[in-house]
């Protein structure tokens, strides 16, 4: 038992490879993953129980009804919905095949409100991971009170983003917040945000990348934190600048993260704003901030239409799989385990 | 190339070490910068909370004055704050208490055993990656009318218990942990969920939780060994 | 891991018959099946509290020690006790007014149960007029829908032809309440009969009136008993307001496509919408592009720029700039009495201005919802739901009603008991919504508003509003785009109903 110990930290190092079927964990003293012929420590076999057949299903069977009633199949109604125009009672429903999803593609508030998503998206995302990036990087050069920054980066993230949002109303509010008040003698722009689309737009992304600003900096700052300082060091030594050492070699090496921080802000931005549109704005002034998501569920709910609403959640989720796969396909070959 | 070293690293006193100090304060400085205008809102939440409703809507300030108490008071009785708080706390625990039962589960359950539907158990758990809760709410309020379970702590507590990010975590967990051959056997599974459920409540990720049970790894060695082949 | 136990706790604070008043948090389910489980878990020494006659809302099942057994066992005897001696017929009401209205709901409810012991009315408060409709619409789909829903006007379309609806009127007549339906105010009657039958009882109706702030008009040198009676005078007043100092704005707006175009045509004798509003028939069309609509909203649009008119928003979102003395009038609804006499603002109230020639002065149109009651429950709980329904009709208690609200009376005894008393000579502006709705005879274009998918239309009216007056369409293109969304709209609800 004391070798397996020992064995185990010093081998903690070591890149890690799973072949195919995740069944043998290998540690290759070769880099990249070497195939079985070249393999150099098999270090141990998953650990399989046999002995109780029906032991697995009893531990799966929770999740598994869980996600049949809560996940399946509300999505395979909404599918099923998507398809007829029914009246809010439910009383006459009519099969229409594509019908909805036409007519949707076809109303310009529809294709409106794409565009809106986007730049939305867009907005929170690319801002939002560049701010972090630099913050990160700052908080990597202070070593003593990291933690103490790193607590007060974070704390925003702990913040419901309906909450957020109306803090970041009273600080924007056109008459009594303290944010146009100071900008009054300086930028021109309407604060405005019941009638100014553009206010509207400026008040849900800044608080949407404000609330979201301490996952990206964990997430980069373990990254960071997992880059070797000797090359940087070696960098400078070598000649170069602070910034062409950012550049050229922390940057590259903080892909994986970069990317998996850039997706993971897009299904933010797409999906868990709801709240914040709801609880501030409301679509915004004529339908400035009616992103997607919004709505499916002002079309469902407030408006009634089952049917137009269907159609919008089937192409949201159609959205949200596309961007998990990609997503999952890159992680899991990028990030070794 | 050798010299440059030096004047960086072998330097103790004089200019060099005036340049890394300015280095450091430049970089503290621009922290705290950051973390003020990151904490704004919180500090002009606080500052209007102390504020009266005239206060509030006038020229705005920074200004702490002295309704704090009051403005406090009505609001918890206004919205009956206690039993949101209540709500609020009641469900957080009890959907966390399930959805980590359930993930320690399920993960283990996928991760050591080997049975004829491991697969689409598998993808039947992942694919709910793909399906954001806003999407299919509809549908969703649907089902948990049918079910009665409208305004009821269960439809609230239920549904969020099967979660997928839960049974990745420790699908993570339990394939960073080795098996390995030795003689002495003790143990059931269901005692190593019970090791990754305390284990759990102190870690965060599985890196550290991987660490933490570090010293009870050879009991879990021995443990799993006693079901290997 | 096993979790077993019946521990159920109760979610909803209730009260008991015979007043008792309990806030435990314990829920209750009823089952068969789990209660044969209880018990004989009871037996064993081992569970808890297992009740009866109770609504389902789901368990919580935790293991539970004998030291706790022996008290919530005498609890479990208590409750029991005490539904079994008093079983009262449920009733669920489910309302959408928060603040002081929900709370002269409750007492509504509170007062009908405490004057009979065969029904209980449960009001719930269940959110927004939009969120109450749909839970009440999924709670229907899925057989337990409330008794009695609270629905905004804009719902009446919806609702009349869902099926899922017991009309009032019928509901009386199976039951055998006589009823005086002559009794009923004219406009508000107007807006809720199909073929000279009521459908749904008016609840909370309301209509806009004339908000200003006397101490801004005497602070500008205008006569505070002098409100303006015409859209011109507003102007001049508005004028003379902001260049003596006295307010930021002249006015804002409450509500803003319902006051200002919905109210607006009708107070002027027009028709919002063809087919007498949708009341003769599908094939719908908007009117607001007209010639009136037209003139009304580009002089909204030009006291915008000028910032004689202020946009706050929809709905009560403008509220606060009133409240504020930013601005020195708003029309709004007449429910919003309550709230002004407890904000301390020294306020009065007037009739809504008018463009005068050549537009008559015609009736306003009632805004507000109504109590509709849904098919799919037992006769014993529709006699039930008809007593409670004729309680809340009572003369007596609309003029209660009207008192602690605002919203108008519906009946004329109820009117003549407020009348008798001196109330409007103490309270004037309460006279004022009721005067609008009768000022004549409704006419055909003015009786109300029945259109399919309103909710939508009127977002969609607000929406183009909102284009206008933030300058990004002219009035006219505002306007024609909102009439053409409009119909659509009204063309695809028509569709489904052929």
Request: glycine share 8%; hydrophobic share 45%.
């Amino acid at each position: 038992m004391m070798q397996s110990r020992e064995l185990t930290s010093s081998l903690r190092n070591l890149p890690k490879c799973t072949n195919r079927r995740n069944q043998h964990t290998v540690w290759s003293l070769s880099k990249p993953c070497a195939t079985s012929k070249e393999r150099v420590i098999v270090m141990s076999q998953q650990v399989v129980f046999k002995k109780n057949k029906w032991l697995p299903y009893i531990l799966l069977a929770p999740q598994i009804v869980i996600t049949i009633v809560f996940f399946f199949w509300p999505a395979i109604t909404s599918l099923r919905l998507a398809l007829y125009r029914t009246t809010p009672f439910g009383d006459r429903t009519f099969f229409v095949g594509s019908q909805n999803f036409q007519r949707l593609f076809a109303s310009p508030q529809y294709q409106r409100s794409l565009i809106t998503t986007l730049m939305f998206s867009a907005s929170v995302t690319l801002l939002g991971v560049a701010i972090s990036l630099c913050i990160a990087l700052l908080l990597n050069q202070a070593v003593r009170g990291r933690t103490v920054y790193r607590t007060a980066i974070l704390w925003p993230y702990g913040v419901a983003l309906p909450i957020s949002g109306i803090l970041w109303m009273f600080m924007m509010h056109p008459t009594f917040g303290i944010v146009p008040y100071f900008f009054e003698g300086i930028i021109d722009f309407n604060f405005d945000w019941i009638l100014n689309g553009n206010a509207a737009m400026l008040l849900v992304i800044l608080t949407a990348i404000w609330t979201n600003l301490g996952y990206n900096v964990a997430f980069f700052l373990a990254g960071l934190q997992a880059i070797p300082k000797s090359l940087q060091e070696a960098a400078l030594v070598d000649g170069a600048t602070s910034l062409k050492a950012i550049r050229y070699i922390t940057l590259p090496l903080l892909s994986p993260t970069t990317f998996f921080l850039l997706v993971m802000n897009v299904v933010y931005s797409l999906f868990d704003t709801f709240g914040l549109i709801d609880a501030v704005t409301k679509g915004g002034p004529g339908n400035a901030t009616e992103i997607l998501i919004y709505k499916a569920y002002k079309d469902g709910i407030i408006s009634l239409n089952l049917g137009s609403s269907a159609a919008q959640s089937v192409i949201l989720m159609v959205l949200a799989t596309l961007l998990t796969v990609f997503q999952f396909g890159f992680i899991e070959r990028k990030v070794s385990y | 190339m050798s010299q440059k070293t030096a004047k960086q690293t072998n330097v103790l006193g004089g200019l060099q070490l005036n340049k890394v100090n300015w280095e450091k304060l430049y970089i503290h400085l621009l922290l705290i910068t950051i973390v003020l205008i990151i904490g704004f809102p919180l500090i002009y939440a606080f500052a209007i909370s102390t504020q009266s409703l005239q206060e509030v809507v006038g020229r705005p300030t920074l200004r702490i004055s002295n309704n704090l108490l009051g403005n406090y008071r009505e609001a918890w009785v206004r919205s009956d704050l206690g039993r949101l708080l209540f709500n609020s706390i009641f469900v957080a625990l009890t959907s966390t208490i399930g959805k980590i039962t359930m993930a320690i589960l399920s993960a283990f359950a996928i991760v050591f055993f080997n049975f004829r539907f491991k697969s689409l158990a598998f993808w039947t758990i992942f694919i709910t990656l793909m399906l954001p809760v806003p999407v299919r709410i509809v549908s969703t309020y649907q089902v948990i009318s049918d079910l009665g379970w409208l305004n009821s702590y269960v439809g609230l507590t239920v549904p969020l218990m099967a979660s997928a990010t839960g049974t990745f975590f420790f699908r993570q967990f339990y394939r960073t942990i080795p098996g390995q051959t030795t003689e002495t056997s003790w143990g059931r599974p269901h005692e190593v969920s019970v090791v990754c459920l305390t284990s759990q409540f102190m870690g965060q990720y599985c890196r550290l939780v991987c660490g933490l049970v570090h010293l009870r790894l050879e009991s879990i060695l021995v443990a799993t060994h006693d079901y290997s082949h | 891991m096993v979790i077993t136990g019946c521990i159920f706790t109760i979610l909803k604070e209730g009260n008991l018959s015979g007043g008792m008043d309990y806030r435990l948090p314990i829920t209750v389910t009823h089952s068969h099946k789990l209660d044969l489980y209880c018990l004989h878990k009871i037996i064993r020494g081992r569970v808890v509290l297992v009740y009866q006659d109770f609504r389902i809302r789901g368990g919580i099942s935790v293991r539970f020690s004998s030291k706790n057994l022996v008290a919530l066992v005498v609890l479990t005897v208590i409750l029991a006790g005490a539904s079994v001696a008093n079983a009262k017929t449920q009733i669920d009401f489910w309302f959408s007014l928060g603040g002081q209205l929900g709370e002269t709901v409750q007492q509504l409810v509170t007062d009908f149960n405490n004057s009979q012991d065969e029904f209980e009315v449960v009001a719930f408060f269940r959110g927004a007029y939009a969120e109450s409709m749909t839970a009440a619409i999924a709670a229907y789909r899925a057989g337990n829908a409330p008794h009695i829903l609270q629905v905004y006007e804009v719902g009446t379309q919806t609702m009349l032809l869902s099926g899922a609806i017991y009309p009032v009127y019928q509901l009386m007549e199976e039951q055998g309440i006589e009823i005086d339906w002559d009794d009923f105010v004219s406009a508000v009657y107007a807006y809720y009969t199909h073929k000279g039958d009521l459908y749904s009882l008016p609840f909370n109706s309301s209509s806009p009136i004339f908000f200003y702030n006397r101490d801004i008009f005497e602070a500008a040198g205008l006569d505070p008993d002098r409100p303006p009676q015409t859209w011109q005078e507003v102007e001049e007043y508005s004028r003379q307001i902001i260049e003596s100092g006295a307010a930021r704005y002249g006015f804002t707006t409450g509500w803003p496509a319902w006051v200002q175009l919905e109210t607006m045509h009708a107070w002027h004798g027009l028709p919002f919408a063809s087919q007498g509003n949708g009341f003769d028939g599908l094939d719908v069309e908007l009117l607001i592009n007209g010639e009136f609509g037209m003139k009304h909203m580009s002089a909204l649009a030009r006291w915008q720029e000028e910032g004689i008119f202020h946009y706050g928003g929809r709905g009560d979102s403008a509220n606060w700039i009133f409240m504020n003395e930013d601005a020195a009038m708003m029309p709004h609804s007449s429910a919003l009495i309550g709230s002004m006499k407890q904000s301390g603002l020294n306020w009065d109230a007037a009739m809504l201005p008018h463009w005068g020639e050549p537009y008559p002065m015609t009736n306003t149109i009632i805004g507000g919802a109504t109590l509709w009651v849904l098919k799919g429950h037992s006769e014993e709980e529709y006699r039930g739901v008809a007593e409670f329904l004729n309680f809340v009709a009572q003369p007596e208690q609309q003029a209660w009603w009207h008192k602690q609200t605002g919203y108008v009376p519906i009946t004329n005894s109820a009117a003549a008991i407020l009348e008798a008393e001196g109330h409007f000579e103490k309270e004037p502006y309460q006279r004022i919504a009721i005067d609008q709705l009768n000022y004549s005879d409704p006419t055909p274009d003015t009786k109300g508003l029945r259109l399919g998918n309103f909710v939508e239309i009127r977002n969609v009216v607000e929406e183009e509003m909102e284009n206008i007056f933030a300058g990004n369409k002219s009035v006219e293109d505002g306007l024609n785009d909102a009439v053409k969304r409009a119909n659509q709209l009204l063309e695809e609800f028509a569709e489904m109903y052929q």
